[in-house]
């Protein structure tokens, strides 16, 4: 049925939604940045016999050249400078305290040889490697049980050259999963800033377990029809920010994870408190923000805003599947911008791929307080394929303020879900149709709890002013 809107109605909607980016965007995680910190001891990688030339590899110079700044760690720590050059090299550790500097012309080089790229144990919330059973090769540069590490720079590059990798996953001819581009297990105080990251074999930054992580001012670029090669996956981690990104790969730009069927519900470690603001790309294959599918240990907390995706499959999207277990739940989209995308938002409840035969298929996801808001479309084939489990539906769904140029006649499926919705163009599928003002507000997830009285009196004296 058409709905019909007053002046009043519409500017109410408006209002009550404008408090909430004033609320979220105030995490402190965010304000901090990696210009500030400035290392007392730094040596070049060519004190340590490093070649730039694109065909020596300087694997034991990184190694050699970490272990003797590892004696700095506690002095204030070190810099590890890169100069202009092509410096190729196998997988290094990191340590904490440390720089690593990359001179505006200089390029990382990931070694296209799989033995300089060690194989380790699987993660414990995956239980397994994420390709294959067993192992899993080691990222390029890789950090385990660190705190204050930094990789920046003056915009250098970090290149995996993944299409070997890329073949050889095609083709079926690899032994372990296959490696990320940069790793960090278990560490607090990560900052990855003013870096290029180009043809990750696999997932392309990959902080897991971690604390305290920012992404800034990054671009991410890998071929459109490479194999698996996200952007940015923040998995089983808490207070992470992601700003002023340009990622354009293979599958999501960014994924948020917390571990894998039983594996992840046994973990049980949830990525939460994570922000994701001024972030431009595409992907022709996957979404620009994806949650999941890997969700089992919990995802909650996510705010996004300020997001544009253009040439791409699908703008948000949440994965899951029974077997599952874990949640998503408060989850804060808004100011998002989208252009030649086929799918603006999309639900998938069934998504499938478990780690083994052992998973629970009665542990059911628990998918809840999603608000989407604030959206422009051009040139949009789907508004929305909403798709949650039967038996468990995915609810306290809140959409409003989106207009989207929907070329299909059907701009929405929706099953298994409920929410509400105002002002949506085209109109919100029935089981979204029930309007959030004034019944449903309390039900949309807007502003932490704490701050809805103080939008609640702010919205009373607007009233009291008409």
């Known amino acids: 049925m058409r709905r019909f809107f007053t002046l009043v109605d519409v500017l109410l909607v408006l209002l009550l939604f404008s ?3 004033w609320a979220v965007w105030g995490s402190p995680h965010c304000d901090q940045t990696s210009s500030g910190v400035i290392r007392p001891h730094s040596v070049a990688i060519t004190e340590f016999g490093a070649v730039g030339d694109g065909v020596t590899l300087n694997t034991k110079a990184f190694q050699n050249a970490i272990f ?3 004696s700095f760690a506690d002095k204030g720590g070190a810099q590890l400078f890169v100069p202009a050059g092509r410096w190729l090299t196998g997988s290094f550790d990191l340590i904490s305290h440390l720089t690593l500097w990359l001179d505006k012309d200089a390029v990382i080089l990931g070694s296209m040889n799989s033995n300089d790229w060690p194989v380790i144990d699987p993660l414990p919330s995956y239980g397994r490697g994420r390709e294959l059973p067993g192992r899993r090769h080691r990222s390029l540069i890789y950090g385990c049980n660190l705190t204050d590490v930094i990789i920046t720079g003056d915009n250098g590059t970090i290149d995996g050259q993944g299409s070997i990798w890329w073949n050889w996953f095609q083709k079926k001819t690899l ?6 581009l940069v790793e960090f297990i278990n560490s607090t105080g990560v ?6 990251f180009l043809n990750s074999p696999f997932w392309t930054i990959h902080p897991v377990y971690c604390s305290q992580v920012i992404v800034q001012n990054v671009t991410i670029l890998a071929p459109l ?5 996200d952007g940015i996956d923040p998995d089983s981690s808490n207070d992470v920010c992601i700003e002023d990104c340009y990622i354009s790969t293979g599958d999501d730009l960014i994924a948020i994870k917390s571990g894998w069927d039983e594996y992840g519900i046994s973990y049980a470690r949830p990525s939460t408190n994570i922000i994701i603001r001024r972030l431009v790309g595409k992907t022709n294959s996957s979404a620009g923000i994806a949650i999941g599918s890997e969700m089992s240990g919990g995802v909650s907390e996510v705010h996004a805003e300020s997001l544009q995706f253009f040439n791409s499959k699908t703008g948000i999207r949440i994965k899951t599947s029974p077997g599952r277990g874990g949640y998503v739940r408060n989850i804060y989209i808004s100011d998002m911008n989208l252009v030649d995308v086929k799918i603006a938002i999309r639900f998938t409840g069934q998504y499938g791929e478990h780690p083994d035969e052992f998973y629970d ?3 059911l996801p628990i998918i809840e307080n999603i608000t989407v808001k604030d959206v422009m479309g051009e040139n949009i084939k789907f508004a929305g394929l909403l798709e949650g489990i039967e038996g468990d539906n995915f609810v306290n769904i809140c959409l409003s303020n989106i207009t989207l140029n929907v070329t299909s006649e059907s701009p929405w499926n929706c099953s298994h879900i409920h929410g509400y919705s105002d002002l949506v163009s085209p109109e919100a599928c029935e089981p979204l149709g029930e ?6 507000v309390l039900d949309c997830y807007h502003l932490p709890t704490h701050l809805w009285s103080m939008s609640n009196r702010k919205r009373s004296s607007w009233l009291r002013s008409w």
């Not at 309007?435 to 449903?440: A, D, E, K, L, S």
């Open 19 to 21: 408090e909430a980016p």
């Open 361 to 363: 298929p009665t542990a």
């Open 175 to 180: 032994n372990y999963t296959r490696p990320h």
């Open 435 to 440: 309007r959030i003002y004034p019944g449903h």
């Open 191 to 196: 900052v990855i800033s003013n870096v290029t």
């Open 225 to 229: 029809d490479s194999p698996n090669t």
């Open 68 to 70: 003797y700044l590892n």
